[in-house]
């Protein structure tokens, strides 16, 4: 019964996307294609002439920033989905109270809108991989399996994200996420440089985002890279973001939602 | 007989310290239209959420179809339709969408649902509206829309929240038209209600509420037999005159009634009361003779308004 739900759920979510998605697709594609031309292709120049080359193994700095941009972009649409459309669903549109006067409940929600979110990380990872091989000189093999590395990234934030929505009263959270967590994230967590380029305060502070493990993993996938770390721990660690999160996100919309 | 749609026997909710619904005891059976009648804050909207299977009660036993939404929560609601007090309709959507969407989260097939769709839009008369954004529709459409969206999976058991709250007059007496459609086509209904009119029009039979706590079970016209008398002489007095009139009203009606602008003065005959008022050489500004109504059976029972 509840798997069944989950399914319907997130069929009602594919079903309401489809009648929206316009409004994202400047985010979805555009920016991270902008992204990658201006710093990859505009500071890359600069980059490859200096002492880029040294740390970044050998590739075109575009190279190096591509599959870190793609973890870095499944990041921000993986937060995105888990916080505005659910705090819509909670409190501004309700279709969450709509959903549960069915045989819809909290875990259908959970699970269907994360299925929701995977394929949509999915979509984004492919046109992605597709955008990475013609402007970043990546392999269409590498693109691709860069892909799988980019949708768990997304999954480990948009878990606990949801979980984190379902504990907010009013949109201002959202917005300091976004500002004080994504944001430092995007930045300093080895997508544009490598993390050991940070003051070595810095560095386990970037070792703790589940964004750098994402990073290290789509990169090593992208490129045929070895990572810092075994990369099992990597996966194991970003998929213990979304098993927790996961948990906590049920039990946050269960006390939201069941009073 | 049938086994009743729902049993509660001292089913209370508390909310922390807020005691939401006291113990509370009825039975709804099949074919009926029952009504919860009180005012806001006495615990209608708490009892129909423990009814749909969306709010544990903290004390008590409910049963829904015989079953306990605890334990199967899913499986009542399957056979339910549930009108909230606020429309959650997603706003973004088309009619038909929001009820395309709704439907498929009762495991329907597709065609059944369209098939369903044309029939319930119609029913709702917004057939010509199936396209348009739901933001653009009325506000007794979207309501229309919110009933048309509760019966796609046609429901053995409809809830109905404060249905006509917030409705200009058409657009209600529009969707108790729809209403009482559906209780002729024998569908078992469910209503909370702030309005004594919408109560009498709709309610085979209902329960009284006021602060969590049921005060008077019967149809309306058993409890405005009980309750009330048969006539009623509403009596409007200058400024500063009423006082005075009061204490030579006195006795002249079976029970009398102040209110901040009114004297009401209950009587199986207002035709001679009124003579009585008159013969006393009292002058009230305005006289209304009605029959007595549900609104005066509450006021008997908890002295106060259902409005305030």
């Known amino acids: ?259 | 007989m049938t086994n009743p749609l729902v049993q509660a026997t001292g089913l209370s909710k508390r909310f922390g310290s807020l005691t939401a619904v006291d113990g509370i005891d009825f039975e709804v059976h099949r074919g009926e239209v029952f009504g919860f009648l009180g005012p806001n804050g006495a615990g209608k909207s708490s009892t129909m959420r423990m009814i749909g299977a969306v709010s544990p009660p903290t004390a008590g036993r409910l049963l829904v179809f015989g079953l306990d939404p605890a334990a199967d929560g899913a499986r009542i609601r399957s056979r339910l339709g549930v009108v909230p007090q606020e429309d959650n309709l997603d706003l973004q959507l088309p009619a038909e969408e929001n009820l395309l969407i709704y439907g498929r989260y009762f495991d329907l097939a597709v065609p059944v649902i369209r098939e369903r769709i044309d029939r319930l839009l119609a029913f709702a008369e917004l057939t010509d509206r199936r396209k348009d954004k739901v933001d653009i529709l009325s506000g007794g459409m979207k309501r229309r829309l919110t009933i048309a969206r509760s019966l796609i999976n046609e429901p053995d058991l409809l809830l109905l929240d404060e249905p006509t709250t917030g409705l200009d007059p058409q657009a209600r007496h529009l969707l108790w038209d729809r209403l009482y459609r559906l209780k002729q086509q024998g569908v078992t209904l469910i209503i909370t209600t702030h309005y004594m009119d919408e109560a009498e029009q709709l309610c085979d039979r209902l329960v009284v509420m006021d602060k969590a706590k049921i005060v008077a079970e019967g149809s309306p016209k058993e409890l405005i037999e009980r309750y009330s008398t048969r006539e009623v002489v509403e009596l409007r007095f200058p400024i500063g005159e009423r006082d005075a009139a009061l204490g030579r009203l006195d006795g002249i009606a079976t029970r009398t009634e102040v209110l901040p602008d009114r004297v009401l003065l209950y009587t199986d005959d207002a035709e001679p009361t009124l003579s009585e008022v008159h013969g006393l050489g009292l002058r009230p500004e305005s006289v209304v003779e009605r029959r007595s109504t549900l609104e005066d059976v509450f006021l008997r029972l908890t002295g106060r308004s259902l409005i305030d």
């Not at chain 1, 597709?130 to 948009?158: E, I, K, Q, R």
């Open chain 1, 1 to 259: 019964m509840a798997a069944a739900t989950s399914v319907r759920f997130l069929e009602g979510e594919l079903r309401t996307y489809r009648r929206q998605w316009r409004a994202s697709v400047i985010t979805t594609f555009v920016n991270p294609i902008l992204f990658l031309a201006a710093m990859g292709l505009g500071v890359g120049s600069l980059v490859d002439r200096g002492t880029g080359a040294g740390v970044l193994e050998g590739f075109a700095y575009v190279t190096y920033l591509a599959p870190g941009l793609l973890a870095a972009t499944t990041m921000q649409i993986g937060t995105g989905d888990a916080s505005w459309p659910v705090m819509a669903g909670i409190k501004w549109v309700r279709s969450y109270e709509a959903a549960m006067a069915t045989p819809v409940d909290v875990r259908s929600i959970v699970t269907g809108h994360l299925g929701y979110i995977a394929l949509r990380l999915l979509f984004t990872a492919v046109v992605y991989a597709l955008v990475m091989v013609v402007l970043a000189s990546v392999t269409v093999g590498g693109a691709l399996a860069a892909v799988a590395p980019g949708v768990l990234t997304g999954m480990a934030f948009a878990a606990p994200v949801i979980a984190y929505t379902s504990r907010l009263d009013g949109p201002e959270g959202l917005s300091s996420l976004f500002r004080f967590g994504i944001v430092p994230l995007y930045l300093f967590s080895g997508t544009f440089f490598p993390a050991s380029q940070l003051p070595g305060w810095l560095e386990p502070v970037a070792y703790a985002t589940p964004l750098w493990h994402g990073v290290e993993l789509t990169r090593a996938a992208a490129l045929g890279t070895g990572t810092t770390i075994p990369a099992v721990v990597n996966i194991a660690y970003l998929v213990v973001w979304v098993g927790v999160g996961t948990v906590l996100a049920r039990r946050g919309l269960a006390r939201r939602m069941v009073t």
